[in-house]
């Protein structure tokens, strides 16, 4: 994975819709099984053991995720919730691709792009057209 890959794009979807690495770790799964609604409960059985994340976590990530328009949510049962196939497919297969090859890289630029001092001085070297 290129660094060309991390895209301005990119990384405002990073920023505006993952909120944490368990966040990524949840839209992951998530979108693996596209047809599939999943509950809370359903997404802390099936992500691995090491995943250090509890139910109220999980749904408050997918919930967090929801107005972003990754996930669609099912008004009539409520608390269920499946990948939405929306203008960000782009942006999570490389979120996914970046989670697999590049893991360090990725959680950084989560934490860093959290941070505002951090990204007050990245955004200073931004080249803007006049």
């Known amino acids: 994975m290129e660094d060309s890959a991390f895209s301005e ?19 992951l799964l998530v979108h693996r099984y596209p047809e599939r609604w999943w509950t809370p409960v359903e997404v802390r059985a099936a992500l691995p053991a090491d995943v250090n994340i509890t139910e109220s976590s999980i749904a408050a990530c997918l919930d967090g995720l929801r107005p972003h328009g990754v996930l669609e949510f099912d008004a009539e049962k409520r608390a269920r919730y499946r990948a939405a196939s929306d203008e960000h497919d782009a942006h999570v297969r490389t979120l996914a691709q970046a989670y697999n ?5 990725l959680i950084r630029m989560i934490y860093a ?9 990245a955004d200073a070297f931004k080249i803007r057209k006049t």
């Not at 792009?113 to 001085?121: E, G, N, V, Y």
């Open 9 to 27: 794009a990119f990384l405002g979807f990073i920023h505006t819709a993952i909120s944490s690495v368990s966040a990524a770790e949840v839209l």
């Open 101 to 105: 090859e590049r893991p360090v890289t």
């Open 113 to 121: 792009l959290r941070d505002p001092r951090i990204q007050s001085f």
